[in-house]
């Protein structure tokens, strides 16, 4: 029997994993894709973020697929082909499980190499990598799994090449050379990543398991998430003014930010990312995911109490136009 291929998607928070898979699933080449997804908020977002194929998503939530929900990937991949036997899912090719960013990926491709279920109808392609151009300098200094990301993939793509220098990248390869010389590297424009620059030709895991220090989520206590989901239209100027505070406020503790939000007198979601500080472009979804006009938002910290997160969630919530606060959770990586 013809088992079939996986990838496993890495890449820091921010890095633009979930883009990139948005950008590759609206090629023809990409077609027969099923996606597997997992974050590292209790809220997941990118299930909603990625708008192609959506009957072929599936989410794990409930924190980083490497410790917390590290027995959950054999399942959701047997929910998978089950689906496809029932015939409600249409038959897939291929599969890519989009990591959380925290992900450290050693434990994870450890526990599929051994799973006797992942072994008989599905083999490892390979790991791929997003790298931040801009951020991955002080992204490697400050996080053990970010270089452990690196260290693993077989496929190294950098993104956001349109915020970096040329001496930025190149500062940025060599860095990535040095951590991971067997690695090909790829420079992705935006919304321009293709199948042959993404998915590997041969995976030499001997060589990827042969690394050293492989323990999960090397410093957990130190990042904490909080999440809220809540009704009512926000007006543009509160909005501006809430994510200048934050941002102020939270500086480099700020790890992430991923937000849906329903901006008064706009009929499409308005999808906001924060990356290390940086709020990126904001850009709107096609349409409201299961049309419920529901403001949902994760913060992801470093060093910050769960309640200075919490805080700033529920200061967002009190702009909206009559907030009806659905529910909120906090949690710690552990
Ligand atoms: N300018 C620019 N922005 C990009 C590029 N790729 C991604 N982004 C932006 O970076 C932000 C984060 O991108 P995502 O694709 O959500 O990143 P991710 O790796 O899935 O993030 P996590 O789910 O938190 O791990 C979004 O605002 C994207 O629009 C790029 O090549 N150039």
Redo the contacts with the bound molecule.
């Keep these: 029997m013809n088992r079939t291929p996986l990838v496993l998607l890495t890449?820091f928070?921010?890095?633009?994993?979930?883009?990139?898979l948005n950008t590759l699933l609206a090629t023809p080449e990409f077609r027969d894709t099923a996606v597997v997804i997992n974050?590292a908020g209790d809220v997941g977002l990118?299930h909603l973020?990625v708008e192609q194929g959506s009957d072929s998503i599936t989410m794990l939530e409930g924190g980083c697929l490497c410790c917390r929900a590290k027995g959950a990937l054999a399942p959701a991949l047997a929910n998978l082909m089950r689906r496809t036997r029932d015939e409600s899912l249409p038959p897939f090719k291929r599969v890519v499980v989009e990591t959380?960013?925290l992900s450290d990926p050693a434990p994870l491709l450890e526990g599929l190499i051994t799973d006797a279920y992942f072994n008989r109808f599905f083999e490892l392609a390979g790991v791929v990598t997003?790298i931040d151009a801009r951020a991955f300098a002080a992204t490697a200094d400050r996080h053990p799994e970010a270089r452990m990301q690196v260290a693993l993939a077989d496929r190294l793509l950098l993104?956001?090449?349109?915020?970096a220098t040329s001496g930025e990248i190149r500062k940025v390869q060599q860095a990535l050379t040095n951590l991971n010389p067997h690695a090909r590297q790829h420079l992705?424009q935006?919304g321009m990543a293709t199948m042959s620059a993404f998915w590997p030709q041969a995976l030499d895991l001997p060589r990827a398991l042969a690394r050293p220090n492989m323990i999960c989520s090397p410093e957990p206590a130190a990042i904490a998430s909080a999440s809220l989901v809540f009704e009512g239209a926000i007006e543009p100027d509160a909005l501006e003014a809430w994510l200048d505070h934050t941002i102020n406020l939270l500086g480099p503790m700020l790890l992430?930010m991923?937000a849906i939000l329903n901006v008064a007198d706009t009929t499409r979601p308005t999808v906001l990312?924060a990356?290390q500080g940086l709020l990126?472009r904001p850009?709107d979804l096609k349409a409201w995911p299961n049309g419920d006009r529901q403001n949902r938002v994760v913060l992801i910290g470093r060093d910050v109490e769960e309640q200075i997160l919490m805080d700033a969630l529920a200061r967002l919530s009190t702009i909206a136009r009559a907030p009806i606060q659905k529910f909120a959770k906090v949690s710690h990586q552990s």
């Design positions: 890449g928070l921010g890095a633009g994993k979930t883009t990139m974050e990118d973020l959380s960013g997003a993104t956001k090449t349109d915020l992705v935006p992430r991923k990312h990356v990126h850009l």
